[in-house]
């Protein structure tokens, strides 16, 4: 999180005029001044190609967003038939949160901001759900108590 804040902070003060970055970059990074995304093959979906081209021109101000077909049969469908991309509805996400594999996954992302707290994180991942993931994440040494907090855990 600390190296993210610092890019952050360096393309808001100009120190930075570019930066180039996974499409990570559609997790919450706040990079309002970008004019430009450059979206190097489709990444799956129109909502995260959206996403992604979002990031540019949040101001209010001219933005651009190109993106680069790659080899693969989806790009090159688009590349040759762009209409169906543009005009193509937001995709529609199914997902189950009890999903241990989709569970862990955010638990440990979720620790990484912020230590969890079983009354408040139960309620939003499921009191059950949450107590097997968490033991499991911690035998696995991926979560460990927090040094200033005996009840709290942080992603390892």
């Avoid at 209010?60 to 688009?78: A, E, I, R, T």
Wanted: hydrophobic residues 40%; aromatic residues 4%.
């Amino acid at each position: 999180p600390a190296e993210r804040r610092q890019l952050e902070s360096d393309l808001h003060s100009g120190a930075l005029t570019a930066v180039a970055a996974t499409n990570a970059l559609e997790l919450g990074i706040d990079v309002g001044q970008l004019d430009l995304t450059l979206h190097l093959g489709f990444p799956g979906s129109v909502a995260s190609l959206w996403q992604q081209a979002g990031r540019a021109g949040r101001r209010k101000q001219s933005s651009l967003s190109v993106y680069v077909g790659f080899d693969g049969p989806l790009d090159q469908h688009f590349m040759k038939h762009p209409q169906e991309l543009f005009q193509r509805p937001i995709e529609c996400v199914r997902l189950d949160p009890c999903n241990a594999l989709v569970l862990n996954s955010h638990l440990i992302c979720a620790a990484k901001e912020l230590p969890l707290l079983q009354e408040l994180d139960g309620p939003l991942f499921g009191p059950t759900q949450l107590a097997s993931a968490i033991q499991t994440l911690t035998a696995a040494s991926l979560l460990g108590r927090h040094p200033h907090d005996p009840i709290a855990l942080n992603a390892m």
